[in-house]
């Protein structure tokens, strides 16, 4: 089974920065894209980050310029990192790989059905 373990999230100042990290049971964990999702409170989950397995990234457009997405395939691990942080970033951050989409980056959908317990990050003042 696979299992994501996501971590870093915590209370942050608007402007502030954190770095979250998640570590993936996945074999061959080189070969997919992954990405990092968030959910805030009464809405969907969203695709904030994407970074394939030769380390091409996309990100959304409320977070580009702000969040960077990397990834280490030894560790089968995969961070972003979050500055200039906003209240409308708080939410609930969880890793999955991706299955891209020939409707774009936006559109690829998760690939395991199995999610993390995610990391919660809260920004304000």
């Known amino acids: 089974q696979v299992q994501f373990v996501e971590s870093g999230g915590g209370l942050v100042q608007p402007g502030g920065s954190l770095r979250l990290s998640c570590v993936a049971s996945?074999?061959?964990?080189?070969?997919?894209?992954m990405g990092w999702y968030r959910q805030a409170p009464g809405k969907q989950r969203e695709l904030v980050a994407g970074?394939?397995?030769?380390?091409?990234?996309n990100y959304a457009d409320s977070v580009k310029g702000r969040f960077t997405i990397s990834r280490d395939n030894a560790k089968k691990s995969v961070y972003l990192q979050m500055n200039s942080l906003k209240p409308e970033d708080t939410a609930v951050y969880y890793c999955?790989?991706?299955?891209?989409?020939?409707?774009?980056?936006?559109?690829?959908?998760?690939?395991?059905?199995?999610w993390g317990q995610g990391t919660q990050v809260t920004v304000s003042s």
């Open positions: 999955n790989a991706l299955r891209p989409s020939t409707s774009g980056w936006s559109a690829s959908v998760p690939v395991f059905g199995s």
């Open positions: 970074i394939t397995g030769g380390g091409s990234t």
């Open positions: 996945v074999s061959i964990f080189s070969i997919y894209p």
